[in-house]
């Protein structure tokens, strides 16, 4: 509470006195800042002298200031994470869009889709003169697609998101919207057989311009347009008197819906809020994800980027610092890529527990791209270890790192430290195949080399 009652300078005085001058700064994210540092600065700026290094960067030109960073960090353009639901971040792209350099460009989050935070998504929806339903929910991305140009949707998954193993959609081949909505595409449905076409929700069809995609489907709809009167309450989750539950009395006609709390992902900032539903009205995450967020992937054409395994909030008190993570059941990322094989999957996991698996999925699916080690993982040791299995498993078919960075200045230090990591994995392989008796040429390894460092996500991207 003290350190969040500081002004941010005095919290970054704080910082940096207790990791930088009382400790020798040896952990991966402290000495990325001297990497930074080093990097930037130019000679006759001490590298501890905070001071002059604020100065330095208070002189610099924004724009210059950004080409800089990219040219030290040998990176041509990061996809940035645009979250539409949030109003600190929407308002630079509506009314009017803010110029960019082309060294940006743009992913449309979709976080409080798969936290199940139906109600802040209808908060927007309302404010913005879409209906409170799926239908409206999807005009709305639509709508942000045609602002955006995103390269790709994209999610955090909650840690206990699951996929609803009966398939949501399976019964929308009976659905009368299924012949008024789309029509078929004999080019797709030619390599599919006519039973698989009719196991797989949306195969067998091409969509119609965005404005009839699934409008007043009664499988795929979702609406709170008429409630009005939803009532929010804290603290209701009490011990019912009555039978001895845990609960609000009768749990057929209330759920409890979990909101998390993060400032930068577009969830409520309100904790441990609960909003009184009937059992009909509640929405999954898993439900708003295959009424949602895939049908307007297939529409659009976009991949959907999938990042596995945070655990948001796990300490509070430490606000946007006080994410974690979590090993995930990756049966729910194998059913998505059964149940939609049309749709590409991109997926960077937090969790080094879960990258085996991954790595096989990768393996079994060709509508899943790995990516990246992200976050608590991209830390040397561990991007070495996921960085050689990869290798082994899917030989270059996949992106080893991608920087995640919150603060335009980490990318320098995170690609220059993965980059010596990633060299040493690579030298280390081909040198095993020239021992096996196999000697590739300096253009069969400069092609490999570019493979991982974003042409196999481009070729991915192309399919």
């Not at 991966?28 to 100065?55: C, H, Q």
């Not at 804290?234 to 009555?242: G, L």
């Not at 991954?358 to 976050?375: Q, S």
């Not at 040198?431 to 092609?447: A, D, M």
Request: glycine share 4%; with cysteine; net charge negative.
């Amino acid at each position: 509470e003290f350190f969040f009652s500081l002004t941010k300078l005095e919290q970054a005085n704080l910082v940096w006195q207790h990791l930088f001058i009382d400790r020798v700064p040896i952990s991966e994210a402290a000495r990325g800042v001297v990497t930074v540092l080093d990097r930037l600065l130019p000679k006759g700026i001490e590298i501890d002298d905070i001071e002059s290094i604020r100065n330095w960067f208070n002189q610099q030109d924004p724009a210059e200031h950004i080409e800089n960073v990219f040219k030290l960090a040998r990176v041509k353009y990061v996809v940035m994470t645009n979250i539409p639901f949030v109003p600190e971040e929407s308002q630079h792209w509506k009314p009017n869009k803010a110029q960019l350099s082309s060294r940006f460009r743009s992913a449309l989050r979709c976080d409080p889709l798969l936290s199940s935070n139906w109600s802040s998504v209808c908060n927007e929806l309302v404010k913005h003169g879409y209906d409170t339903s799926t239908t409206g929910a999807r005009l709305f991305l639509n709508d942000w697609i045609d602002i955006m140009k995103p390269e790709y949707l994209m999610a955090s998954t909650p840690h206990n998101f699951k996929v609803d193993s009966n398939d949501p959609l399976a019964s929308f081949n009976q659905c009368s919207c299924a012949l008024t909505t789309f029509s078929s595409n004999t080019e797709s449905s030619s390599s599919l057989s006519a039973s698989t076409s009719n196991m797989i929700p949306f195969s067998f069809v091409k969509p119609r311009p965005r404005q009839h995609l699934l409008l007043n489907c009664p499988i795929m709809e979702i609406n709170n347009s008429d409630k009005t009167n939803t009532k929010k309450k804290k603290n209701t989750f009490k011990k019912n008197q009555d039978n001895g539950e845990d609960g609000d009395g009768d749990l057929n006609k209330k759920r409890r819906v979990n909101i998390m709390s993060s400032e930068n992902n577009g969830f409520d900032n309100e904790k441990n809020q609960e909003v009184d539903e009937d059992e009909d009205d509640f929405v999954g995450g898993s439900e708003l994800l295959e009424k949602v967020l895939i049908p307007v992937a297939i529409q659009r054409q976009l991949p959907i980027a999938l990042k596995i395994g945070a655990h948001r909030q796990v300490n509070p008190d430490l606000k946007a610092g006080g994410d974690g993570v979590v090993t995930v059941d990756l049966s729910d990322l194998q059913t998505l890529l059964q149940r939609y094989p049309h749709v590409k999957f991109l997926a960077t996991l937090l969790s080094k527990t879960n990258q085996h698996e991954a790595c096989v999925l990768a393996n079994k699916f060709r509508n899943l791209h790995i990516y990246g080690c992200w976050w608590y993982c991209n830390l040397p040791s561990i991007i070495r270890e996921v960085t050689s299995m990869r290798v082994e498993l899917l030989g270059f078919a996949f992106t080893a790192q991608h920087s995640d960075a919150r603060v335009l200045e980490h990318l320098i230090y995170k690609w220059d430290h993965a980059r010596v990591v990633i060299a040493d994995v690579l030298v280390e392989n081909f040198s095993k195949l020239v021992e096996t008796g196999w000697e590739p040429n300096e253009i069969q390894i400069k092609r490999e080399v570019e493979r991982v460092l974003g042409g196999a996500y481009n070729e991915f991207m192309d399919k």
